[in-house]
Nanobody, 125 residues
Framework: QVQVVESGGALVQSGGSLTLSCTVSGLTFRGHAMGWFRQVEGKEREGVSCLSWNGVRKYYTDSVKGRFTISRDNAKNILYLEMNNLKPEDTATYYC??????????????????WGQGTQVTVSS
């Protein structure tokens, strides 16, 4: 059984930093592309950042470029999202997801099949 568990969400002031972590079990982590998504209540889930199995191909949505960094440790089965210069509009529930294969075509929900329960990030102004 695949388990995806996010952690690291918190309340932070505008301009602050957070690092989210995602631990995966039940699959061969290094064989799967990974991604971070976020959702605000009443809105569609948005692909924030995605990463291929070997970390070579990266995607960032425009609004986080230069502020967020995605990375992975294949030895520890952990995915990270380092978030700097946080803004109130970054407030959302952040989800980690694993793709069924080692690469991703697009950083959208349809390419990812295994999801965590989410961790809340709240940025106060």
């Amino acid at each position: 059984q695949v388990q995806v568990v996010e952690s690291g969400g918190a309340l932070v002031q505008s301009g602050g930093s957070l690092t989210l972590s995602c631990t995966v079990s039940g699959l061969t982590f290094r064989g799967h592309a990974m991604g971070w998504f976020r959702q605000v209540e009443g809105k569609e889930r948005e692909g924030v950042s995605c990463l291929s199995w070997n970390g070579v191909r990266k995607y960032y949505t425009d609004s986080v470029k230069g502020r967020f960094t995605i990375s992975r440790d294949n030895a520890k089965n952990i995915l990270y999202l380092e978030m700097n210069n946080l803004k109130p509009e970054d407030t959302a529930t952040y989800y980690c997801a694993a793709a069924p294969i080692h690469y991703f075509s697009s950083c959208t929900e349809i390419d990812f099949g295994f999801w965590g329960q989410g961790t809340q990030v709240t940025v106060s102004s």
